[in-house]
């Protein structure tokens, strides 16, 4: 219930034309959410018509704070008259800080911390503290499609107890992160890229303040979306070149939010500015190259596309983890750093926690934990035998080179989609799977 009145929340406002052409901006109208008026712009159109609103003229400037809060009382955007403005703000005019290279002073290459707990001792306490988060997203994309700022205080709690869980043991919430819903992609896709980059954070041995600051770029590196038109965000196929300049601007959208926010670093609104900025200048919305990227903007925008690519929309679905690190390869040097696409790809392993994969024998089980010393021989639960007939949850330790019912030992043949078997992951963890599983070892 809380998400339909979510999403009631975001289309009530929105235009009921069902030919919303005549909204796209041009070379002398420009798109603004409500929350970026400023004084001197000159409004031209709103999102309704002008007769549901207050305004005695249809098209005015505007010259006082008063009537920008008019705006904001009955709109969610309008649209200014470029040549009619006397002030305005471009996304290449933001002054942006000088942010501090997180990895220059550590060694990448250097091991991992070892956990602090195991993975049955935390999956609860990681569940809890991911719900949290997922509902403190939500009451953030709320007060973002207001054009209100993100309570940062509040953000950052829900972070440093995302970083507590994952140094206690890391498998716990990427096996979360799998659980996804289309449904809500846009608000889980926040917080498994807080998740993941906070996992990688620690893998590459960032200290406790930079992982958080790290989660913080992550869970709200996409908050500007929030400001895009609804028929937009949730479209059904491809967009068109109009409609992907309007996407594109979630980007300096969500920097401006994020900058007026209150107890907000300065690297979560920068990230949110670039993580679409490639390294070979191509990306958006400055075209800017390695050298003026941050840190903390490398590791996001990675993060970011590996958890894209791995998540079913609404026009498509996704794809699996081996098929998503081949993609991110493919692309080092133009779009990422190789040696963090590396380390990302190491701080994962090869069977991740939650995805689902196929014995030599034929079984079909889900990786639940994987073991530091041999990765490539995780914990896992069977679902279905060689038979794919179901079985009893049990964990099988792949390390210790487990026998089936004829002799042959259980070894990962390949990483499967769970819509080829007809498994649901979220039906299985809901119904208990993980705490079955390992109470049938003891």
Same mark, same amino acid.
């Given at each position: 219930?809380?998400?339909?009145n979510?999403w ?6 929105n235009?009921?034309?069902s030919? &919303?052409?005549?909204?796209?901006s041009?070379?002398?109208?420009? &798109?603004?959410?409500?929350?970026q ?7 031209v159109e709103?999102d ?5 609103t207050p305004?005695?003229?249809q ?11 008019s705006?904001?009382n &009955?709109?969610?955007f309008?649209?200014i008259?470029?040549t ?9 005019e933001?002054n942006?800080?000088t942010?501090p ?8 290459d ?7 707990g195991a993975?049955?001792?935390e999956?609860?306490r990681a569940e ?11 009451n953030?994309m709320?007060t973002?499609?207001?054009g209100?700022g993100? @309570? ?6 829900a972070?440093t107890?995302c970083v507590s869980s994952?140094?206690?043991s ?5 096996w979360?992160t799998q659980l996804?819903?289309?449904d809500?992609?846009?608000m889980?896709?926040?917080l498994n890229?807080?998740?993941l980059?906070?996992v990688?954070?620690?893998?590459l041995?960032?200290s406790?303040?930079n ?9 709200l590196?996409?908050?500007g979306?929030m ?9 059904r196929?491809?967009?068109d070149?109009e409609?992907?300049?309007?996407m594109?601007?979630h980007?300096?959208?969500?920097y401006?939010?994020l900058?007026?926010?209150?107890c907000?670093?300065s690297?979560?609104?920068e ?5 679409h900025e ?10 800017i190259?390695?050298g003026?990227?941050s @840190? ?7 993060v ?9 929309k ?10 998503a690190?081949?993609?991110l390869?493919?692309?080092t040097?133009?779009?990422w750093?190789?040696k963090l696409?590396?380390k990302f790809?190491?701080s994962?392993?090869v069977?991740?926690?939650?995805c689902?994969v196929i014995?030599?024998?034929g079984a079909?089980g889900?990786?639940v934990?994987?073991?530091?010393d041999?990765k490539?021989r995780?914990?896992i639960i ?8 179901p079985?009893?949850?049990q964990?099988?330790?792949?390390s210790?080179s ?7 030992v ?8 769970a819509? @080829? ?5 979220q ?13 049938a070892n003891?």
């Open positions: 219930m809380f998400f339909k979510l009631f929340f975001r289309s009530k406002k235009p009921k034309k030919d &919303y052409q005549r909204y796209y041009t070379s002398e109208r420009a &798109y603004t959410p409500v929350g008026l400023a004084i001197g712009m000159y409004v709103l309704r018509p002008w007769l549901e305004f005695l003229f098209g005015f400037e505007i010259k006082n704070e008063v009537q920008i809060q705006l904001k &009955y709109c969610n309008v649209y008259d470029r009619k403005t006397r002030v305005i703000k471009h996304s290449n933001v942006r800080p942010l290279k997180i990895l220059s002073n550590i060694d990448i250097k091991a991992p911390p070892k956990r602090e993975f049955e001792q999956i609860l809890s503290i991911y719900a949290n988060a997922e509902y403190l997203i939500a953030f709320q973002a499609a207001k209100e993100v @309570d940062g205080w509040q953000a950052q709690k972070v107890e994952v140094l206690n890391p498998d716990a919430m990427l979360l996804k819903n289309k809500k992609y846009t889980q896709h926040s890229v807080c998740v980059a906070i990688f954070g620690r893998y041995n960032l406790k303040v992982m958080v600051n790290l989660g913080l770029c992550g869970m590196h996409d908050i979306k400001q895009v038109p609804l028929v937009i965000l949730n479209k196929g491809p967009l070149e409609e992907l300049k309007i594109r601007t980007t300096t959208l969500g401006e939010l900058k007026s926010s209150d907000m670093e690297c979560v609104a990230t949110a500015l670039t993580h490639h390294l070979d200048g191509s990306g958006y919305p400055r075209g190259r390695q003026s990227i @840190d903390f903007t490398k590791i996001v925008s990675i970011d596309a590996y958890d894209s690519m791995t998540s079913d609404v026009y498509r679905k996704g794809i699996t983890h081996l098929e690190i081949h993609t390869m493919s692309r040097e133009s779009y750093d190789k696409i590396i790809i190491e994962l392993g069977y991740p926690p939650g689902l014995m030599t024998n079909i889900i990786v934990e994987v073991n530091e041999t490539l995780p914990k069977l679902l279905l035998d060689e038979e794919k007939q079985v009893s949850e964990v099988i330790d792949l210790k487990v026998c089936d019912k004829k002799g042959n259980y070894t990962i043949k390949n990483i499967v989609k819509e @080829d078997w007809n498994i649901d992951p039906k299985y963890y809901s119904e208990g799977l993980i705490k079955k599983g390992f109470a003891f």
